[in-house]
């Protein structure tokens, strides 16, 4: 009988067209909402191209998608109207009634018309029946962000090289998780490339690393309608008392440790146009800001250095940003690590300290 009543009340449900409300994330939408729940613009708008392009319905990252865009509107986050118009484009690719209302509300707000173009666009996809309304503020992006960060530390972190390296340019996303799972730290950054009638074009790419193991660098291709790799980099091995004495040399002859502020800038920018650097480079631009940050030839350098720590996302940079916010004479150098600090997500990375990457060096 038990079993019967059951199969009744399945039944009634697929009647109403009552969707999964409590879908878990997989390591793919839980990274879309990482990104979103950023004070960073670019990484907001990034993740909500992804989740329009990708179609994807989860309840639980479009309502992320949805108090973020309720957020930007009443002032608590700082978005443009571009972004806030994706926000509500990644809503409406749920297809799902529950949020009809809310983009209701936007519509019927004072908002630019570029925005209600978007979300009455957007309402219009909403086909799928719900049981339930989303109800803007009752979802804590804080709680969200805390558990994102604990699912960053209960992740598995017994990768090994031979993981790592399976991984190869023309992958999609959804292959390197399966291979790899829940990365590190993800950020996104920007490479040039030439095209036709068009001249040098600069774009967003979505990068995920994997402590001491490498960085995953996505382009997106409409085409295939997904993130594809695009470059796979290699994280140095950390100089330990077991390593060569060409891994200190190469340490100490670095380009990031010249003694010409401009070409030290130059690489900085170089590779930031690359798409970002590997740990060895961001371990060693941390070091040029403990050591030179009251250095004045150095200012304009360093202002570069925390742009590109800035640009990992990763929490392991947080202290010396602090410390040269705190610490530094010169006000420009101190404006950037104050900026740069904003875009350093949660996490219980271990800190970077000044001397890390020489002690072993220094042993030898």
Same mark, same amino acid.
């Given at each position: ?37 950023? &004070?960073?613009? =670019?990484?907001?708008? *990034?993740?909500? /191209? +992804?989740?329009?392009? %990708?179609?994807? @319905? ?15 509107? &009443?002032?608590? =986050?700082?978005?443009? *109207?571009?972004? /806030? +118009?994706?926000?509500? %484009?990644?809503? @409406? ?22 925005? *209600? ?248």
């Amino acid at each position: 009988m038990k079993m019967i009543n059951a199969l009744k009340i399945l039944v009634l449900l697929c009647l109403l067209g009552m969707s999964t409300q409590s879908q878990a994330l997989n390591t793919e939408e839980t990274i879309y909402a990482d990104l979103m729940t950023r &004070n960073n613009a =670019i990484h907001v708008k *990034v993740a909500a /191209q +992804s989740i329009f392009n %990708k179609n994807m @319905g989860n309840v639980e990252l479009t309502d992320i998608a949805a108090e973020v865009l309720n957020q930007s509107l &009443n002032g608590s =986050i700082n978005l443009d *109207v571009d972004i /806030q +118009s994706w926000l509500a %484009k990644a809503v @409406g690719a749920s297809g799902n009634l529950r949020y009809n209302d809310f983009l209701t509300s936007v519509i019927d707000s004072d908002v630019p018309g570029k925005l *209600v173009k978007f979300t009455k666009q957007a309402r219009d996809n909403l086909v799928k029946k719900s049981t339930d309304t989303f109800i803007p503020g009752k979802l804590k992006l804080a709680e969200v962000v805390d558990k994102i960060a604990k699912d960053k530390l209960n992740a598995k972190s017994s990768l090994t090289r031979e993981q790592f390296n399976m991984v190869y340019p023309g992958d999609t996303v959804n292959k390197a998780l399966d291979t790899l799972g829940m990365p590190d730290n993800i950020s996104v950054v920007f490479a040039n490339k030439r095209q036709a009638w068009l001249g040098t074009v600069r774009y967003s790419m979505l990068s995920i690393s994997y402590q001491k193991l490498g960085t995953l660098n996505f382009e997106y291709f409409g085409d295939q309608g997904n993130w594809i790799v695009d470059n796979v980099k290699q994280a140095y091995r950390e100089v330990t008392s077991s390593s060569s004495a060409a891994d200190a040399a190469s340490v100490r002859n670095h380009q990031m440790m010249g003694n010409n502020p401009n070409a030290v800038r130059g690489y900085i920018k170089r590779i930031m146009n690359q798409g970002g650097g590997t740990q060895l480079d961001m371990d060693l631009a941390a070091e040029r800001l403990y050591s030179d940050l009251n250095t004045r030839s150095y200012v304009d350098t360093l202002s570069w250095a925390c742009k590109l720590l800035a640009m990992s996302g990763n929490s392991r940079y947080r202290t010396v940003l602090e410390y040269t916010m705190e610490n530094s004479e010169f006000r420009k150098l101190r404006n950037y690590a104050h900026k740069s600090v904003k875009q350093i997500t949660g996490g219980n990375d271990k800190q970077y300290t000044k001397g890390d990457v020489f002690k072993a060096a220094t042993a030898k």
